[in-house]
């Protein structure tokens, strides 16, 4: 798992980071680097609603940016 995800739920394109801190904690950092995500209600799950044109690229700049949040 990458940076403060512990675990990862949902399937295809909808998924469900469960974090190791608060979502909206992780929400508003990933936010700073230009990056979109909501949260659920369900405190620790950061909410990634992938757009189906999702490329790769995409999928490392959010690995990366997940690295950068220190847990």
Known sequence: MAGPVSKIQGMGLLLGLVCKRPALEVRNLLLEQDILTGTSSDPAVLRIL???????????RLAAALHKIVT
């Open 50 to 60: 992938a757009p189906l044109i999702i490329d790769e690229t995409q999928v490392n």
